[in-house]
């Protein structure tokens, strides 16, 4: 991949789509991890103003120094990127206080991670809304269209997407072009809603590299019959899960109403 080309290419698109619109910049949450890393430099390449949003929840701590040692690269590198730390720990525990009670809490857990990522959106639209700016997406190819792997109206609400177009490995390869911190490329990739260091692999049961292929040979028409062992396994996982969500890739879905009714 011709990294450099590339990241031109995106920040010209986000720097382009900024202006028609008629914002000030972008607002983008960061996790510690890889995609809002590199997608938190490309805004700040635009030149535009790019708030940062640390957000923790019962945060793992390794996640919460790998996002603040990111983000005050990021300000010292950029003049128009800036720092903004919204403790939503006490909102969200609030909110479990004011639901009602379950006899099993780990029913509720995948419904409570949810809840972690939508609050985190309302964080950042509020500050969008506040100070005219877009909600800049870290969604990555295979996770935004080969398995689904976001909260549909949690990190799933965005205004724009700039990495939604490049696989994983790919946004690593960006990441290293870039001369993002060593500690953010090698750690493991995980969307931490868990409050703990579960990977994102140890959710999906597949590493990134297996989706890409799986979601390839998808791409190709393959089907289950075509494999064996490992990859079999690594197929089915990704056709489940591509399945499964696809009420998150897809337009809503919208009765339409046949006009002889209406009469």
Not at 2 to 8: G, L, S, W
Not at 74 to 98: C, G, I, R, W, Y
Not at 172 to 201: C, M, N, S, V, Y
């Amino acid at each position: 991949m011709q990294a450099e080309k590339v990241v031109e290419h995106i920040v010209h698109w986000l720097k382009n789509y900024a202006v028609k619109a008629n914002v000030n910049g972008f607002v983008i949450g960061i996790s510690g991890g890889i995609d809002s890393a590199v997608t938190s430099t490309l805004c700040a390449k635009t030149g535009l103003k790019v708030k940062c949003l640390e957000m923790p929840i019962h945060q793992a701590e390794n996640q919460v120094s790998r996002g603040a040692r990111h983000i005050e690269w990021l300000t010292k590198n950029f003049e128009h990127a800036e720092k903004q730390h919204v403790n939503l720990t006490p909102v969200f525990d609030s909110l479990l206080e004011t639901l009602p009670k379950v006899e099993n809490e780990e029913n509720r857990f995948m419904a409570l991670a949810n809840t972690r990522a939508r609050l985190r959106m309302t964080s950042l639209y509020y500050f969008a809304g506040l100070e005219g700016l877009l909600v800049a997406g870290t969604g990555n190819k295979v996770e935004d269209f080969g398995v689904g792997f976001y909260t549909k109206y949690g990190d799933g609400g965005v205004d724009l997407s700039p990495i939604a177009d490049l696989l994983k490995t790919e946004v690593f390869e960006i990441a290293a072009h870039l001369g993002i911190h060593d500690e953010i490329l090698k750690a493991a990739p995980t969307d931490g809603l868990w409050g703990d260091d579960r990977t994102d692999e140890d959710q999906i049961g597949a590493t990134y590299p297996e989706l890409e292929w799986a979601m390839h040979m998808d791409d190709l028409g393959k089907t289950a019959d075509h494999f064996t062992d490992r990859k079999l396994e690594v197929f089915k996982i990704y056709k489940k899960l591509n399945s499964a969500n696809q009420h998150k890739m897809q337009p809503i879905p919208v009765c339409e109403i046949p006009l002889n009714l209406k009469k």
